[in-house]
């Protein structure tokens, strides 16, 4: 059973920037499309960065330009570099396939403030 795993949040100001990792055990990203999602309080989970497999990136309007989703070379690992973080990038993050095809993970903390 694939287990996804991630972690790098933490409480950064505005402006800041934090590098965020999912690892997949059982599985890789060769395969597929996988990105990242997020999930504020009292809001709907939204996908804010998508990879494919051959490696075509593609980024919701509101993280275009400061977000940036890669994949190590074994494809085991996938990092959401998020730079100029702003108050409204507040939320949970969470790696997943897109469409998500297996069970979520923690996710991982992401608090932007002064």
């Known amino acids: 059973q694939v287990q996804l795993v991630e972690s790098g949040g933490g409480l950064v100001q505005p402006g800041g920037s934090l590098r965020l990792s999912c690892a997949a055990s059982?599985?890789?990203?060769?395969?597929?499309?996988a990105g990242w999602y997020r999930q504020a309080p009292e809001k709907q989970r939204e996908l804010v960065a998508r990879?494919?497999?051959?490696?075509?990136?593609i980024y919701a309007d509101s993280v275009k330009g400061r977000f940036t989703i890669s994949r190590d070379n074994a494809k085991v690992t996938m990092y959401l570099q998020m730079n100029n973080l702003k108050p409204e990038d507040t939320a949970v993050y969470y790696c997943?396939?897109?469409?998500?095809?297996?069970?979520w993970g923690q996710g991982t903390q992401v608090t932007v403030s002064s």
């Open positions: 059982g599985s890789t990203f060769r395969i597929g499309t």
């Open positions: 990879m494919s497999s051959g490696g075509t990136a």
């Open positions: 997943n396939w897109v469409p998500p095809s297996v069970s």
